[in-house]
Nanobody, 127 residues
Framework: QDQLVESGGGSVQAEGSLRLSCAVD????????IAWFRQAPGKEREEVAS????????YVPDSVKGRFAISHDNVKKSVYLQMDSLKPEDTAMYYC????????????????????WGQGTQVTVSS
């Protein structure tokens, strides 16, 4: 059984919006830092948002702050990434990932801090 499953990607024009969903199995969801990462061809994977499911505290880096927002639904065991005012440079594969149990999200986290990953969903923004 997949622990994290992303959905909601697609093609959109610049300035449009998309909402990505990450369905997380209940054992992986509880008291975890769940993050969204993206990776464009030829570029490093970068985190765009994270949320600690116990209390809903979030982190959004300055690079996307004001355009991206993360939220969660404890009943549905899902984490969402709302992306507004999309730009062509937002084009990438988007992944959700889970950190080890009971580790709060930190701005210093990198991809190696997340041992559990989904398969990804493609986002393409055209100008």
């Amino acid at each position: 059984q997949d622990q994290l499953v992303e959905s909601g990607g697609g093609s959109v024009q610049a300035e449009g919006s998309l909402r990505l969903s990450c369905a997380v199995d209940r054992y992986t969801y509880r008291d975890r830092c769940i993050a969204w990462f993206r990776q464009a061809p030829g570029k490093e994977r970068e985190e765009v948002a994270s949320i600690f499911t116990r209390d809903g505290s979030t982190y959004v880096p300055d690079s996307v702050k004001g355009r991206f927002a993360i939220s969660h639904d404890n009943v549905k065991k899902s984490v969402y990434l709302q992306m507004d005012s999309l730009k062509p440079e937002d084009t990438a594969m988007y992944y959700c990932a889970a950190a080890m149990y009971d580790r709060r999200c930190r701005s210093t986290f990198v991809s190696s801090d997340f041992p559990y990953w989904g398969q990804g969903t493609q986002v393409t923004v055209s100008s």
